[in-house]
């Protein structure tokens, strides 16, 4: 709608319906521990959706910074 690209953009979230948004389209996806992190991992762990395993997990934001910039992710 907007003309933005987002597919392969770094999508960060502390909740699944971030990550969901994120996998949908396209987007590098991380989740922080913190905020509601650490119970939304507990949860997709169970659940397990399809898009589960392409998440990488964080501390916080700041690590996530951290491997973005160390990668060249723009």
Do not use: F, Y
């Amino acid at each position: 709608r907007t003309g933005i690209a987002v597919a392969g953009a770094t999508l960060v979230g502390d909740s699944a319906r971030d990550l969901e948004a994120g996998a949908m389209t396209g987007c590098k996806l991380w989740l922080v521990r913190t905020g509601n992190g650490e119970e939304t991992i507990r949860t997709l762990e169970r659940q397990r959706p399809a898009w589960w395993d392409s998440v990488t997990v964080a501390n916080d934001l700041a690590a996530v910074a951290d491997k973005v910039i160390e990668r060249g992710w723009h």
